[in-house]
């Protein structure tokens, strides 16, 4: 297997690669082999192993048995099958935990967690740093020798379960790193608002993170550096991993981390501390008990879409570590059905066509004990045959064609993107006046990009953020950024002055860096960027109706939150609203600006909002396919397959149509495709039958 070194952020292997999850020190020894030949008979080419396992070695603090994955290993090796390494901190030992209860995370109380679950530890302890550091590196300097170790995964899913940390020494580091930033008291006072309610600090050893405050609130400005805080924190523990395992790693291993999780900045973790990121893709959450709203209606599973997205914003080409295989369960919290007969298949299709080149299933075997005993892997407890192994043979067969055809480094294509940015991520979770309302606006955009088949990306800011890399998009829809800094915003004005277009919605552009309001014209600098003034605002309670908006005679919905306009320099007004105390009043206000144009529309983004936009805007859905039923995905990935001697490319695209529902669905092409999974041709009205997809391949030159 040619994976090379991982330069781009993309996970880089040459074919589309099925693994799984496996847990040598879950079953006797006696079963390793036999698992192995079956996973090999059913496409497997890869474990992913040891992320719990401190246990297994070093047992006892300081009694080391770093060889305990060798027979394992050894077999492994002989059968040819490839393993991704784990560092096992996310489950310290019993041992260890007694022993130096500081380690442990705590709740706003200070009440410490405790054994018992996972992810019970916090980052910032020196202890936990030296015995980790300790472990790792005698790990990478055993483990990184094997020929079939592929890569390292840090830890598992950090920050699931647990996203705050109020140990010791998180307040202690927190005060460090406050102190880093801000240099003095009296700076760190004016940044934090702290004359407010008498919050001013005299003394360092006064700061902290949140505790037990009344109502569970805090002082917000500080809330956001204690967000900011604990992703440094994630990244300077994952960063520690890194180079404990890089002097070891061998030219084409890599570092990566599983899952995508609150209160972490992925952008920088990729590339400074990983080489690419890969994802736990679950949609079976749609069908469960704990459904989230994004989950209504005919978007269930396709929700993993809009996760899917935001990984492709982090790596363009990725891994999924762990794929849904059966029914998920805890035997506490998470109740979820068998996925039917085609929809493991289908889940799989959804994250390649998304841009996953590696699938690894989770797991191999359903473990009969401990607290996941309901979440099922491909084999059942019995360990005999069943229809989930049966479906994966066909999966892998399809996988093989997938690479045959070269799908395997092919990008995923949108020409549109929701620009996100982490500090209104987490001063928004924070923040009800804006963060709910940036929520619902991305479903709506969501909900219409899906149903009218537009493929969409997230961009997500990072320092290095250029107009000219903004510029591979042709509209950028920006919902709510209450936090827009001069330079996001001098950035986003060249970015329209070569051509793009930027859609900002109410809300936008009131607050500082740290979250406060300055004293200055609402929307701060989007204003010139839309030649807009925000002259009056109002959340639309409970007693007031939907706001409407006419936009060229057409009715459209202005939701949630609106900021009534006034019109500024070369701003042109587009339309007014009409159901309120500001009925006739602008709406929604644009500005040119050299070839590109920006919009400040006074209302959140309802999937009503955002189809007035697409229609008004001109937004195209993907090629090639003239009709394409509500309840079915479109997604478009391409690549280069050659240089013709002219200069111009041979582009080949790969469209998969995805039918999320159990009926069977037609779509209309528009022109004759191959069908890559079946091997068939299609033209004209296709049928899919429930839970069916199909990958249709041409070639542009
Ligand atoms: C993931 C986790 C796995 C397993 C799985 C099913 O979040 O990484 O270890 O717990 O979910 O719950």
């Given amino acids: 297997m040619d994976i090379s070194k991982q330069k781009n952020k993309c996970w880089n292997l040459d074919q589309i690669t099925l693994g799984t999850c496996y847990y040598p020190e879950h079953w006797d020894s006696s079963l390793w082999r036999d698992d192995l030949i079956r996973m090999k008979e059913h496409g497997i080419q890869v474990v992913r192993i040891a992320e719990f396992a401190w246990n297994k070695f070093e047992p006892r603090e300081g009694e080391f048995t770093i060889g305990w994955f060798d027979p394992f290993m050894k077999i492994a090796e002989e059968e040819g099958i490839s393993v991704i390494f784990c560092t096992p901190t996310a489950t ?37 740093w030296e015995l980790s550091r300790r472990l790792i590196h005698k790990l990478a300097v055993h483990y990184c020798s094997y020929s079939n170790v592929i890569g390292w995964q840090l830890d598992n899913e950090i920050n699931c379960e647990m996203a705050e940390f109020h140990a010791e020494s998180d307040h202690k580091a927190f005060r460090d790193y406050m102190r880093m930033k801000f240099e003095t008291l009296d700076n760190l006072n004016e940044k934090m608002g702290t004359t407010f309610w008498n919050q001013t600090y005299t003394d360092w050893e006064e700061i902290h993170l949140r505790r037990h405050t009344v109502g569970g609130f805090n002082n917000p ?49 990729v590339p400074e501390v990983l080489d690419f990121i890969t994802y736990d893709n679950y949609p079976d959450f749609a069908y469960g008990m704990d459904a989230n709203p994004r989950q209504e209606g005919n978007l269930k599973d396709r929700n993993s879409s809009f996760n899917l ?12 570590m762990e794929q849904q295989s059966g029914p998920g369960g805890w035997t506490g919290r998470i109740l979820q059905p068998m996925p039917k007969p085609g929809q493991m298949r289908l889940w799989t299709m959804q994250a390649i066509a998304h841009g996953a080149d590696y699938i690894g299933y989770f797991r191999w075997r359903t473990c009969g004990y401990g607290t996941e005993i309901y979440w099922h892997g491909l084999n059942d407890y019995s360990n005999g045959p069943n229809r989930r192994l049966e479906e994966l043979k066909t999966i892998h067969e399809e996988t093989v064609r997938l690479s045959d055809a070269g799908l395997a480094g092919a990008r995923y294509q949108a020409n549109y993107a ?54 591979q998009y042709e509209i950028l829809i920006y919902p709510h950024p209450a936090i827009l800094t001069r330079e996001r915003a001098d950035i986003l004005m060249e970015y329209m002055k070569n051509g793009g277009t930027v859609i900002f919605g109410s809300r936008t552009g009131y607050k500082d860096e740290y979250g406060r309001c300055p004293m200055r014209p609402m929307p701060g600098f989007a204003g010139e960027l839309c030649g807009v003034r925000v002259k009056d605002y109002t959340l639309l309670g409970p007693d007031d109706d939907m706001e409407y908006v006419s936009w060229e005679g057409d009715r459209m919905e202005a939701p949630w939150f609106n900021d009534v306009l006034e019109q500024k320099e070369g701003g042109e007004i587009l339309a007014v609203f009409q159901n309120n105390y500001y009925d006739g009043e602008p709406a929604l206000i644009r500005k040119q600006n050299g070839k590109g144009w920006g919009y400040y529309f006074g209302g959140g983004f309802s999937e009503d909002t955002a189809n007035g936009f697409i ?45 999320y529902t159990k009926e069977e669905k037609t779509v209309e092409l528009e022109n004759k495709f191959e069908d890559v999974l079946s091997g068939e041709t299609l033209t004209g009205q296709v049928k899919l039958p429930g839970y069916g997809v199909v990958c249709l391949m041409e070639e542009e030159r």
């Fill in 418 to 471: 929701i620009l996100r940015d982490y500090d209104n991520d987490w001063d928004g979770a924070e923040d009800k006046m804006y963060g709910p309302l940036a929520d619902k606006s991305m479903d709506g955009w969501f909900r219409a990009f899906q149903h009218n088949h537009i493929p969409f990306d997230f961009y997500y800011w990072r320092d290095e953020t250029t107009a000219e890399e903004l510029g």
């Fill in 615 to 659: 229609q008004k805007l001109g937004m195209k859905p993907v090629r090639g396919v003239s009709h394409v039923p509500a309840e079915v995905e479109a997604a478009l990935r391409s690549k280069t397959v050659m240089i013709q001697t002219d200069g111009t490319e041979v582009v080949r695209n790969y469209l998969f149509l995805l039918n």
């Fill in 92 to 128: 310290p030992p019993a041992w260890l935990t007694e022993k130096y209860p500081e380690v442990l995370n705590a709740d706003a109380q200070g009440l410490l967690y405790r054994h018992g679950l996972r992810r019970h530890y916090n980052y910032t302890s020196p202890k936990y």
């Fill in 221 to 269: 400005h500080m809330e956001l550096e204690g967000k900011r805080f604990i992703s440094y924190a994630a990244y300077a523990f994952l960063k520690m991993q890194a180079e404990a395992i890089r002097p070891y790693l061998k030219e084409d291993q890599f570092i990566t981390t599983n899952g995508i999780f609150p209160n972490v900045d992925y952008q920088r973790l």
């Fill in 309 to 320: 997205a935001r990984v492709r914003s982090i790596s363009p080409v990725f891994g999924i």
